[in-house]
Each structure stands twice: as structure tokens, then as C-alpha cells.
Antibody, heavy 121, light 107 residues
Framework: QAQLVQSGAEVKKPGASVKVSCKASGYSFTSYAISWVRQAPGQGLEWMGWITTHNGNTNYAQKLQGRVTMTTDTSTSTAYMELRSLRSDDTAVYYC??????????????WGQGTLVTVSS | DIQMTQSPSSLSASVGDRVTITCRASQSISNYLNWYQQKPGKAPKLLIYAASSLQNGVPSRFSGSGSGTDFTLTISSLQPEDFATYYCQQSFSTLWTFGQGTKVEIK
């Protein structure tokens, strides 16, 4: 059974950076892409981008371009999402999800449990 | 970006009711449309992919339809565990987007 386990909650000051990890197990890591989605308190889902795990190609949401970097470590089957220059409106639960295709045609079929990132002075 | 608009934003229904949620895209997205269910404090769960294909393990009371710009998610007979928020998502463009969500509440 596929599983994605994310790192724990973080509290950061404005202007700082955060790096969230997503460790995959139960499937062939490099056969699926990983996407990242965030959800501000009481709000809807916001797609952040995806990364292809076999070669590291990325595709980021325009509003996050320049502040977000997604990477993978295939030796540990772990994906990472780093967000820089944090602002208060980056406070959210951040999710990673597995994607059978970067076309998104088959949806994101397994999700991590979420990581709460709080940005506060 | 392609905008996804869901309606209604919320609805109240009773157990056993037939429930329909609509999602409209700002331009044609063929059938690159997925539906998710999210319960409070939990990660989203994939229900429907490619507009009408039922994800493995999802009850058959859930169904999806549509193509182009207009899509629907139907729950044929609402069950207690179905009270949740539902989101559509397009992946036709390289920049994926979600609808704003539809909260299904108990009447």
C-alpha cells in the first residue's frame, strides 16, 4: 500500500524559509510524480506545482515562481518543497500527493497527512 | 490560468438524498477534470478522475459526468459519511487549478 509521510509542523518568522519533506513508501518512487497543494486556514485547496521524480523536472504555480523549489532524493524516496521569503499569508497546511501522470489525467491518488506551516512574528 | 467555478458553494441535504454539484471551467478542458472529497482535518481523497472514471475503492453512489466546460459530481443516495467538502480540479493546462469547494452539510 502506497504511503506518503510528511515532516512535522513548523513555525517560521516572516522572511524565513521552510522545507517540508514527504517520504514515500510502498511503491516505486520514480514511477510517479509528486505534486504539492496547500490550504490556508478555513480556505480551499491551492495547487503549488509538481515534480517528476525520475528526472526532477518541475512545474510551479505562477504566483509562487521564484519563491518555491521542489526537489527529490531518489536514494531515500523523499520529495521536498522549500518556500522562501515567507509571509503571513503562507500560513497553511501543505500536502504532498502522488500523481500517476504529470498530465494530471488520473488525479492525485495518494496524499500525505499534511504539514502545518505557521508564519508569525 | 483556467478558472474553475463550483456551484453551489454549500448545500444542506438529508441522508438518502440525491446530490449534484456543478463545476464550470473558464475554457474547454476536454475531460481533464478530477473530483476530491475532503473531511475536516484530513487530506483530500480522489473520487473521480478524467471526469467520469471512478477511483478504485470509491463507492458506486458517486459518479461524474461532463466534458468541455461543464461537469457534474452526483451522489445518488447521500450517506452519513459523505458530509464533507468537495473540490473539482482541472489539469488540462500545465497550471492546475481547483474550484473553490462545495460544502455538503446535514439538513
Amino acid at each position: 500500500q502506497a504511503q506518503l509521510v510528511q515532516s512535522g509542523a513548523e513555525v517560521k518568522k516572516p522572511g524565513a524559509s521552510v522545507k517540508v519533506s514527504c517520504k514515500a513508501s510502498g511503491y516505486s518512487f520514480t514511477s510517479y510524480a509528486i505534486s504539492w497543494v496547500r490550504q490556508a486556514p478555513g480556505q480551499g485547496l491551492e495547487w503549488m506545482g509538481w515534480i517528476t521524480t525520475h528526472n526532477g523536472n518541475t512545474n510551479y504555480a505562477q504566483k509562487l515562481q521564484g519563491r518555491v523549489t521542489m526537489t527529490t532524493d531518489t536514494s531515500t524516496s523523499t520529495a521536498y518543497m522549500e518556500l522562501r521569503s515567507l509571509r503571513s499569508d503562507d500560513t497553511a497546511v501543505y500536502y504532498c500527493a502522488r500523481d500517476p501522470s504529470i498530465s494530471g489525467y488520473y488525479g492525485s491518488d495518494y496524499w500525505g497527512q499534511g504539514t502545518l506551516v505557521t508564519v508569525s512574528s | 490560468d483556467i478558472q474553475m467555478t463550483q456551484s453551489p458553494s454549500s448545500l444542506s441535504a438529508s441522508v438518502g438524498d440525491r446530490v449534484t454539484i456543478t463545476c464550470r471551467a473558464s475554457q474547454s478542458i476536454s475531460n481533464y477534470l478530477n473530483w476530491y472529497q475532503q473531511k475536516p482535518g484530513k487530506a483530500p481523497k480522489l473520487l473521480i478522475y478524467a471526469a467520469s472514471s471512478l477511483q478504485n475503492g470509491v463507492p458506486s453512489r458517486f459518479s461524474g459526468s461532463g466534458s468541455g466546460t461543464d461537469f457534474t459530481l452526483t451522489i445518488s443516495s447521500l450517506q452519513p459519511e459523505d458530509f464533507a467538502t468537495y473540490y473539482c480540479q482541472q489539469s488540462f493546462s500545465t497550471l492546475w487549478t481547483f474550484g473553490q469547494g462545495t460544502k455538503v452539510e446535514i439538513k
